[in-house]
Every structure is written in C-alpha cells, then in structure tokens.
C-alpha cells in the first residue's frame, strides 16, 4: 500500500504562483510513476503533468499542453516527495488536484487507470 498526501493548495490571484507537494510513504519503492491530475465539477479528472522513473536511466517528465511552459513536475527521492510548481495561473486552472502513483511496470503517464493509488486532493482556486 502506498499513502498520498497532497499540500500547498490555495486561493491565488491571475498570475500568480503555487507549488503542490505531494508526499508518498508507504510501499513507495515499487513506484515507476507518480502523476497530478485535477478535475472540477461535471467533468472528467484530466492529465497535468507526470514524472516516471524506469531502471537506472533517471527520470523522465510529462506535461499536458494546456499547462506546458507553466507548471513544471519534480521529484524528491529522499523525501519521497513530489512537487508541482505552478506559475502563470489562470482562472481555468481552478480545480481540485490529485496526486497519484503507478506501481506497474510500465505506467502510461496520461492514463488514469494506469495509476494504482490517489491522494485525497487539494483545491486551488484561481480569481480574475
């Protein structure tokens, strides 16, 4: 099992800036992927960003098209830490974010399904 805890949500003005943290514990070291999602109501939870780690090649990172040049994905491994540092905020990106990690050996980053545990979520609200 595989505990997620996200943090760092919050009301924001227009341009502003927010860093999620989302710290693992837990069985964390069969994790090849963890990856920020957010959903808002009536919608589908939709891809933000992913970072994967497979073997000894390090790390490799992904990012929607809606958050990229704006939101940038890292990883702590000794604090078994993730962060999603957010710049540039527009009101669209009102939601509430979820951090998720995939234990499976090949995780497709975008997929929610390929992800085995989820945080409870964290709200960033975006004012104009």
């Known amino acids: 099992q595989v505990q997620l805890v996200e943090s760092g949500g919050g009301l924001v003005q227009a341009g502003g800036s927010l860093r999620l943290s989302c710290s693992a514990s837990?069985?964390?070291?069969?994790?090849?992927?963890m990856g920020w999602f957010r959903q808002t109501p009536g919608k589908e939870r939709e891809f933000v960003a992913a970072i994967s780690w497979s073997g000894g090649s390090g790390s490799r990172t992904f990012s929607a098209d809606s958050v990229k040049g704006r939101f940038t994905i890292s990883g702590d491994n000794a604090k078994n830490t993730v962060y999603l540092q957010m710049n540039s905020l527009k009101p669209e990106d009102t939601a509430v974010y979820f951090c998720?990690?995939?234990?499976?050996?090949?995780?497709?980053?975008?997929?929610?399904?390929?992800?085995?545990?989820w945080g409870q979520g964290t709200q960033v609200t975006v004012s104009s």
């Open positions: 998720a990690a995939g234990q499976r050996s090949f995780v497709r980053v975008g997929v929610r399904a390929d992800y085995d545990y």
């Open positions: 837990g069985r964390t070291f069969s994790t090849h992927a």
